[in-house]
């Protein structure tokens, strides 16, 4: 767990209460000439937090003292809630429909950042005469790379790649098929690159550049959405080991899987440090269906409109989530956003997350959900 060098204003951690969004400019409401027209509801205009679990520092449904500055979250199609414990070096899980904790804890090397799930032959892990494709993979700010089967050992990830003698700070992690392979992606925040891996943990060179990028900035966070990879930047440090929080501090980007740009998706604005992505589906309410950023910097979340473009192709903002007082909801140390996965995940319409609060030094894991109004379930 790294020490900020530069504190952040205090924001609130919200648990157990109402959250509205402001809709921004795209409208839901059918048109009253229409010869089709039926009275529909309107989508939700509201969000529900609740805190699950935590370690103690914020009020939660449940304490687990391994849960701090918790970081990368990710689930296959059927698991439970995977967590990267940056502070703790372990990876804890817990089911997303009661937020119990699962049994299995597996100790992670250095300290744990960005996840994710492996469900292909390739990454393979061996030890002796025990082998087999890692599942789940962890990327780490010392600069390595791990993985984890059960097979090869039950509760230990084992390191597969160690650049820390070059100085690398691994702050997110993203995995996608493409026709060569499949492919693991890094963010070097010290390096200022995306460091690709193919299914064999080798290096592969090129692409992930932005020639417009600003001085100063740093792959941060990244996600593969879609099958296009994402990728946010956030101010570096002097020390290039951490970020620099301010308003406006921050990029989106839009890659394809062989690291060509498609489009720069947001530039300053209401971004502060961005690091979580993730797409809505349909049922989110007012913000179904679009781009989710979450920002590290404030503890913001910021919709975008996924099929709309403003001037040189960005996204068009469309709000960030609201409070029923009217104030932005803001989580503490906010890291990763995702939504279920219909199983032990959790639903596929609510939004989990991840949080280091008090200047990463504890843990929060929660969710938000759409309502029809204030302390309502739809």
Not at 39 to 47: D, E, G, H, K, Q
């Amino acid at each position: 767990m790294a020490t900020r060098r530069l504190l952040r204003a205090p924001v609130a951690v919200l648990g157990a209460l109402s959250l509205a969004c402001d809709v921004g400019e795209r409208s839901t409401a059918p048109s009253l000439t229409s010869p089709s027209f039926s009275v529909r509801a309107a989508p939700s205009r509201f969000y529900e937090q609740h805190n699950l679990v935590s370690d103690g520092a914020v009020p939660a449904g449940l304490v687990d003292a391994a849960l701090v500055n918790a970081w990368g979250l990710v689930a296959s199609a059927t698991s439970p809630w995977w967590v990267a414990d940056n502070g703790t070096g372990l990876s804890t899980l817990y089911n997303g429909n009661t937020g119990a904790k699962v049994t299995l804890t597996v100790t992670v090397p250095g300290a744990p950042t960005g996840i994710v799930f492996n469900g292909g032959p390739g990454f393979v892990l061996t030890s002796g005469a025990r082998t087999g494709p890692a599942r789940f993979i962890f990327a780490s700010e010392d600069g390595t790379i791990s993985g984890w089967n059960p097979a090869v050992a039950a509760t230990q990830a084992m390191v597969v790649i160690d650049n820390s003698a070059g100085g690398a700070v691994y702050k997110g992690l993203a995995i996608a098929s493409t026709a060569a392979g499949d492919r693991l992606y890094a963010t070097n925040f010290r390096a200022g690159t995306v460091d690709v891996f193919d299914a064999g943990f080798h290096p592969v060179l090129g692409g992930f550049t932005d020639h417009h990028l600003r001085p100063g900035y740093a792959p941060f966070g990244i996600q593969q959405l879609g099958g296009t990879i994402y990728v946010t930047y956030a101010l570096q440090d002097a020390d290039k080991k951490d970020d620099v929080a301010g308003e406006g501090h921050g990029f989106v980007n839009a890659f394809d899987t062989g690291g060509h740009l498609l489009r720069r998706v947001a530039s300053g604005g209401r971004l502060n440090s961005p690091w979580g992505l993730a797409l809505a589906p349909a049922d989110f309410g007012a913000f179904s269906g679009d781009l989710l950023v979450g920002n590290f910097g404030d503890g913001h979340i910021t919709a975008f409109d996924a099929h709309r473009f403003r001037g040189h192709r960005e996204l068009q903002p469309r709000g960030q989530l609201h409070g029923a007082d009217g104030q932005a909801i803001a989580i503490d140390g906010l890291w990763a956003i995702g939504f279920g996965n219909g199983a032990a995940a959790g639903p596929t319409n609510v939004l989990f997350f991840t949080a280091g609060p008090f200047d990463e030094e504890h843990g929060l894991f929660g969710k938000l959900m759409a309502t029809s109004a204030p302390g309502q379930t739809p």
